[in-house]
Structure formats: C-alpha cells, structure tokens
C-alpha cells in the first residue's frame, strides 16, 4: 500500500520502570502512537495499568495515546481516560452488549476523541459491518488478547481483507498480536493501515530499524 502505515509500539512490553525512557526511545525512532494495553484481570486473565498510567505518559510525549480497553465495562471508564489524555480509546465488541455499541461509540467520538472496535481471533468480522462507517478504527486481533509475545494467527488476517473491502476509505485498520516484518507485510498486503508490535519494537537492539522495517 502506498498510504502512510501508522506504527502503535505497545508498551506492554517497555521495561515498566524505564517507562519514560522507553516511549522517548520509540518516539525518537519514528513511532507514530504510543499503545496502552489496559487489562483488568477480568475480559483477559491478566493484570496490567490504567488511567493513572495514560496520565503520566500524557505529560511526557506528545504522540497520541492509543488506548486498547481490555477490560469488562468499558462505557465506565471512558471519561477517566478521556480526562488522562487518551486520544484513541479501543474497546472489545466482546465487552459490550450489541444495543450498547453505538451509543458507547458516539460517547467516546463526543469527548472529542477517536473511537476503536476490537475483535478476539474467534469472532468473525460481520458483526462489525455495522459500525464500519461509523467507528474511527477497526482492530483485528492477531493472538488471543491478554499477553505479550504471542505468535500470529495468520488466518486472523483474513479478517482485515474483509473489513476493508466493506470500509470507507478514511477507516484505519489496526492489527495487533505477534507483529513483525513478515507478518506486517501480510497484514498490509490485506489492507491494514496500523500496526501494534511490542515484542518485535522492544527486544532488538535497535528500534529504528525495527520501526521502519514495519513502515
């Protein structure tokens, strides 16, 4: 695709105690967003950080914080990561009864914000032909939400050849789960636009080489 690819490395895998230094590393290396997992132990069995965690990172970069809810409830939450300075908030067609989609997607878009559906690998995409014009973001998920490091489920990109054929030009379709520079240039080829990878940005010896190699 010749269009602009958007580079999301999470910090799910940034050292936790270094993680100022490592958002600067990848916003200095060519990062277009930084991606905040939010777990809650409950949607996935796993535990990570919150809104106190977007707000710190608000006040240290100037990338735009794409925030991916995990969690159960998240029509709860989104004036506090509003008010933390998320500028994409992503929650889980999973995590919400069908009737309360619409209304949670035009809650978040009034804040002033993007608004993003995810789907897990078992879902299939047509639940989301009816959000397509209306969403901001479509993330395909890759790997079963809730840890890092996970390898790619390649007929899950399958999915991202649908949404697009069925989206308006302006949708951006995120992947996530298992992202590197061959499974990137799948995930394109079939038409996605944005690329989440933890993993592949954060273990190399060198993040510039790495961002670009997805770009």
Same mark, same amino acid.
């Given at each position: ?15 936790? =105690? ?7 590393? *990848? ?10 997992? %939010? ?25 735009? $914080? ?15 990561? *509003? ?21 949670? #997607? ?22 989301? $032909?009816?959000?397509?014009? #209306? ?7 890759? %790997? ?36 590197? =520079? ?9 038409? =996605? ?13 060198? %993040?510039? #080489? =790495? ?5």
């Amino acid at each position: 695709m010749s269009e602009k690819i958007i580079i999301s490395p999470s910090i799910l895998s940034a050292d936790f =105690a270094n993680l100022e230094r490592d958002v600067k590393l *990848v916003e200095e290396n060519g990062a277009d967003w930084i991606h905040v997992d %939010v777990m809650d132990g409950h949607f996935v069995p796993n535990i990570t950080i919150g809104v106190p965690v977007v707000k710190s990172l608000r006040k240290i970069t100037k990338l735009p $914080l794409d925030v991916h809810l995990m969690i159960e409830n998240p029509g709860n939450y989104v004036e506090p990561f *509003v008010k933390a300075g998320a500028d994409i908030l992503t929650f889980h067609y999973e995590a919400v009864e069908e009737k309360e989609i619409l209304g949670l #997607i035009s809650k978040i878009k009034t804040s002033g914000i993007k608004a993003g559906i995810s789907v897990k690998p078992k879902t299939k995409p047509d639940v989301l $032909l009816p959000y397509l014009d #209306i969403a901001d973001m479509i993330l395909i998920m890759t %790997v079963e939400p809730g840890f890092g490091g996970q390898e790619f489920i390649e007929d899950c990109a399958e999915k991202i050849k649908f949404i697009r054929q069925n989206a308006p030009n302006n949708l951006i379709i995120q992947v996530d789960g298992g992202i590197n =520079a061959q499974t990137g240039k799948i995930c394109k080829d079939f038409g =996605a636009n944005s690329l989440v990878a933890g993993s592949y940005i954060y273990r190399t010896n060198d %993040v510039k #080489i =790495a961002i670009d190699s997805l770009k």
